[in-house]
């Protein structure tokens, strides 16, 4: 049974720090793309930023680009998501996801929920101003 299992969030103060990580369970994911997404009240699932497990390729979404990073640590089947100079507008559920497409920055389908096919339960991230 595959298992995504987001942990880290929480409350933190604009321009703080806050760190997420994803473990990940119940298959190999040496072939797959992982992401992280987060969802304000309200609004829909929006994409923050992706890693290829393989080689560690990232994109982001523009809203955080040099703010956040993702990554991935092989051996301990995990991604994170380090978040800095925290916004209010960054407040959200944060959710990990993976999906075994082929990753390519033209089109953008990385940024696109449908791509991925396991989900974790997400994690709350408020950031207070």
């Known amino acids: 049974q595959v298992q995504l299992v987001e942990s880290g969030g929480g409350l933190v103060q604009a321009g703080g720090s806050l760190g997420l990580s994803c473990a990940a369970s119940?298959?190999?994911?040496?072939?797959?793309?992982m992401a992280w997404f987060r969802q304000a009240p309200g609004k829909e699932r929006e994409f923050v930023a992706v890693?290829?497990?393989?080689?560690?390729?990232?994109y982001y979404a523009d809203s955080v680009k040099g703010r956040f990073t993702i990554s991935r640590d092989n051996a301990k089947n995990t991604v994170y998501l380090q978040m800095n100079s925290l916004k209010p507008e960054d407040t959200a559920v944060y959710y990990c996801?993976?999906?075994?497409?082929?990753?390519?920055?033209?089109?953008?389908?990385?940024?696109?929920?449908?791509?991925?096919?396991?989900w974790g339960q997400g994690t709350q991230v408020t950031v207070s101003s």
């Open positions: 996801a993976a999906g075994s497409f082929l990753l390519l920055y033209t089109g953008g389908y990385y940024s696109r929920p449908s791509q991925y096919v396991y």
């Open positions: 119940g298959r190999t994911f040496s072939s797959y793309n």
């Open positions: 890693v290829r497990w393989r080689d560690g390729l990232t």
